[in-house]
């Protein structure tokens, strides 16, 4: 066990076991806990590689490939509080390069057929 670690999440499930009517123990429930492992947080590293090379725009590429890289080092580290936080604001960026690429791909096509029509 890591003590620096955050506890895992633990799930108590009711187990009954029967008994003699007599018995003392007769109407008790026993409880077990069951460590649950929380699925790690995914990183976002290649789709932050994408908007770096294809769409950075205003360098969200490259601010995404930053904390995609943040989120794989506290992954192994195993602090899956702050790797969740940096994957998602690398989640976060790679939306907003995203739109941004794609609107300005619609703008240029726009442009590029509306000069077109002009001439």
């Not at 790690?40 to 969200?60: A, E, I, K, Q, T």
């Not at 960026?93 to 791909?105: Q, R």
Request: charged residues 15%.
């Amino acid at each position: 066990m890591n003590p620096g670690a955050p506890s895992k999440p633990f799930l108590a499930v009711p187990m009954q076991y029967s008994s003699s009517p007599g018995s003392e123990s007769a109407g008790k429930v026993q409880h077990t806990a069951i460590k649950i492992p929380a699925e790690p947080p995914r990183d976002h590293f290649v789709w932050s590689l994408f908007n770096f090379f294809y769409g950075n725009l205003c360098c969200l590429g490259l601010v995404a490939v930053v904390f995609s890289v943040r989120a794989r080092d506290w992954k192994v580290l195993g602090d899956l509080n702050r790797a969740r936080s940096s994957a998602s604001t690398a989640r976060n960026l790679n939306i907003t390069a995203t739109v941004l690429l794609i609107l300005a791909v619609v703008l240029y096509i726009a442009t590029f057929i509306a000069a077109r029509y002009r001439h």
